[in-house]
């Protein structure tokens, strides 16, 4: 079992940055790949990126390609997701999610386990 709890989220104005933190505890973190989603009102839960277990291997999507970074810290437990230029199309609640898989998981069913969400909103 793995409980992750994130933080960093809050109103920022457009062109801005935010950095999100995902929490991990329970089993192994390092032993996770790790993925951002993002799900805005009205929307489905879109992927946002993703990172491998020891940090190597990053994918974001395109809409945030150069725009998003994810990092890890294992010795932290802890998964951050910087965002700069930040638009008011990427106001959304942001989770963080961990998979057993060794490849880039893009899709929510490759995830077991999920935070609660963040908000994040974007004034224009």
């Known amino acids: 079992q793995v409980q992750l709890v994130e933080s960093g989220g809050g109103l920022v104005q457009a062109g801005g940055s935010l950095r999100l933190s995902c929490a991990a505890s329970?089993?192994?973190?390092?032993?996770?790949?790790m993925g951002w989603f993002r799900q805005a009102p009205g929307k489905e839960r879109e992927f946002v990126g993703f990172?491998?277990?020891?940090?190597?291997?990053?994918y974001y999507a395109d809409s945030v390609k150069g725009q998003f970074t994810i990092s890890r810290d294992n010795t932290k437990n802890t998964v951050y997701l910087q965002m700069s230029s930040l638009k008011p199309e990427d106001t959304a609640v942001y989770y963080c999610?961990?998979?057993?898989?060794?490849?880039?998981?893009?899709?929510?069913?490759?995830?077991?386990?999920w935070g609660q969400g963040t908000q994040v909103t974007v004034s224009s």
């Open positions: 999610a961990a998979t057993d898989h060794v490849r880039i998981a893009r899709g929510i069913r490759e995830y077991d386990y």
């Open positions: 990172i491998s277990w020891g940090g190597a291997t990053t």
């Open positions: 329970g089993r192994t973190f390092s032993m996770y790949g």
